[in-house]
Structure formats: structure tokens, C-alpha cells
């Protein structure tokens, strides 16, 4: 692991970031120390309790549909350059079909405090699992597409109880794992506008709904933009924000990346590789996200009636994006890649879900079209080898002028929280480790 911080401008950035919270909420000592006040009793922000349960008559359809499905004849190359291969969708798809049981994922999630809040006019469904330290920080995390809250599951212990997975009391933290509006059993938005920068409002909200005074988000794919979001509005409380899929393309590399141009001469090593990474994923393996961008409606019909369709257009990233070679059964099971699947298909959130790219619309790796600039909190970023591209140190300094913490690691993919829930744990430990101390300093100067 390679890291950096900051020194002045972490500290002057995180000053602020302070002073915004300190002075915007009162703090009150006692369940979660000083991160924490009195939550609202205002019934139209009520957060009530939340239970997954599947019809079964969905879980017969959906079993039918599978065992009625008619597969495409053959590739007619013998790698992945026409797309995932028939055998490893059958495999999948069938097993789905006759193997792969929901209720356990439902076991899974109903074994988590789960709860559902109304913000804006949409239900917001979460996970909030508090640590019993506390002072834990607390910390909303946010999946991408096409993952969910499933992404995050196996790091709530390393995060909450740190101890038990070989780390340190004080670098627990209070985890708060929402659904993105339109994906999982969050509501589906019914008008135009459920863009990143309204999530990210929305889960400001939501923090403090919960009593958070400070709080840091943590994000990768749709996450990393929203978290991007959350750092432009600064909103008071917020103490910094960490990535897993930064925005860190120059302004100049866009168009000639997007363009399929040689690589411009004078790029470094770590540029080079980069800018060849994104070339080919733009060039060859983008087609999805051009289609759920311009006609989620359209992709949308294929998601909401066939099951092996589904299943082939998610599993097909798991496949690029994990680190595993090809092969995603190498670090997610079938079962795990299945629970999120079913997820998708049976809250028929594939047009839903679709929709997030069309009001995003904005390239997800371009630092100027992010505009990164405008964040003054901290940021941290965390590289990992088999993400979409490797983000070059020098571009991430200079797409996020307030970066406080750059670390790359040996292993994982785009996946990692899914793939790699420990050393994506002790990460974000480290990456937040300086938030600490300062604004529980400065929260007890305010308090007396």
C-alpha cells in the first residue's frame, strides 16, 4: 500500500469542514458520543422499520420464466470480445432456477436493522447497523450499478467492531447503507430530477434525520459520483469523503480517450496505463452504459421480462470488473452474485435503475465534467488494480485539490467493498483515521 496525505491544506479543509458542523447543529453526548444529537420527532420524517419479504408466487414466476428461457445459439469466438458466453449464463441461469435460494438472502437482510424514511417524496429504505463504541463515526456508504446494499454486507463487521477483525476500537463506525432511489426497495422516482446531486442532498438528510452531527461517505460507480456530490454541496457535518472510483481524467485526455486517439507523448507510466484502460473500456466494453444512458426505457422492457436477460447484462460485469480473470466466481459465489440479481428482478428495478445513468448523463471519470475542483472537504482514494481504470496519483492530485489520503493496493476490482470487505475496511479506517480526534475536539470546545 502506497499512501499520502496532505498536511496544510487537509488541515485547513478539514478546519472548515468542522467549524460548518459545530456551529450548524448542537451536539449531544450519549449514545454516539459526539457525533450524534437528538433525532427528529417530526412525524412526517418518521424512519419506521423495515422487513423484506418476497411474495412466493414471485419467486414461482420468476422460476418458471427461468425454466421456460430460450437461449441465442453459440459465440462464434472463443473469448469474451462478443459478449458473456453461453455457458457461463447457462451455468448461472440454471442454477438460479433450481439451486439458488432467495429466503436466505432475505435471512440475510432481515438479520440487519433495516428501515425505510420518506425524503422528497420518495421512501428511502437503509441498513443502519450502530457499533457499540460510542464514539463511532458514522458513515453512509453507497453501492453502484450493478451492485446494492449486498456490496457492503460483509464489511459491517470489520467496520462496526473493528476489534474482532484484528483492528482497534477507536476506528469503529456507525454504518448507514441506503438504496439508491429507483434501485433495491427504495422507492422508484416518478418525475425527472433523481440526479446525483439530489441523492446527495437526500442523504445528507438522512444523516441528520438520524441524529449525525459529522459524518463521512464513502462510494464507488453511482457512489463516487454521489459522494463527488456530497463534497460540492458541502453541506455542514459533512467531515470528508472517500472513493474507489475517483474522477480524475484532465480535461485535455477527454476527448482523445472518448475518440480512440493514441496515447498523447510526455504521459508517465501509471498515465499511460490509464489512459489505455479508459480508451478500450470507451472504445470496446461502454455499449451498456450508452444504452441505460440515452434509453433506459427500451433496455428496461428486456430487464422486466427475461431472467436469463438480467441475469447476462449484470453478470457480464461481474466478469470485467472483479479482480478474478474472468472467472467472478473466484471471489463472489453464485450465491452472492445471485442475491443481487434476484434483488434487481424482483423489486423490477431494471428500467428504475436505468433511469440513474439518464439523469446523471455525465462522463463518471472526467474531473471536469465531475467537477472535482469545487470540493473543499477532504477526499481520500483508494486504487484498486482491477478497477475500470487505475487513477494516477498525479491525476488525483490534480482533479481534487483538497486530497488528503492516496493509497493502491494489491488486489481487488470494481467490486471491492464485495470482493476484498477487509482491506477495504482497513482503508477506510486509515483514510479517516485524522477525522477523528479533530472533530471530537472541537465538538467538546463547542459544547461547553
Known sequence: MVAVTCGSTWRHCLASAIRRGALGLAVLAGSSGAWATSPTTDPSQAIRPYHVHVDEAKLTDLRKRIADTRWPDKETVNDVSQGVQLAQVEALVKYWGSGYDWRKAEAKLNALPEFVTTIDGVDIQFIHVRSRNPNAMPLILTHGWPGSQFEFLKTIGPLTDPVAYGGKVEDSFDVVIPSIPGHGFSGKPTELGWGPDRVAKAWDVLMKRLGYTHYVSQGGDHGSVISDALGRLAPPGLLGIHLNMPATVPPELVKPINGGDPAPAGLSGPELTAFNSLSKFFGRNAAYGA?????????????????????????????????????????????????????????????????????????????????????????????????????????????????????????????????????????????????????QKTTAQAAR
Open 291 to 439: 444504452m441505460m444512458v440515452t434509453r433506459p426505457q427500451t433496455i428496461g422492457y428486456l430487464l422486466a421480462d427475461s431472467p436469463a436477460g438480467t441475469a447476462a447484462w449484470m453478470y457480464e460485469k461481474f466478469a470485467a470488473w472483479t479482480d478474478s480473470d474472468g472467472q467472478p466466481e473466484k471471489v463472489l459465489s453464485r450465491d452472492e452474485m445471485l442475491d443481487d440479481i434476484s434483488l434487481y428482478w424482483l423489486t423490477d428495478s431494471g428500467a428504475s435503475s436505468s433511469r440513474f445513468y439518464w439523469e446523471n448523463n455525465n462522463n463518471n471519470f472526467s474531473a471536469a465534467a465531475q467537477k472535482t475542483a469545487d470540493i473543499k472537504v477532504p477526499v481520500a482514494i483508494t486504487v484498486f488494480p482491477h478497477e475500470i481504470y487505475r487513477a494516477p496519483k498525479v491525476w488525483s492530485q490534480r482533479a481534487y485539490p483538497s486530497l488528503a489520503y492516496f493509497s493502491e493496493v494489491s488486489k481487488g476490482g470494481h467490486f471491492a467493498a464485495w470482493e476484498q470487505p477487509q482491506l477495504f475496511s482497513e482503508e477506510l479506517r486509515e483514510a479517516f483515521r485524522p477525522l477523528r480526534a479533530a472533530v
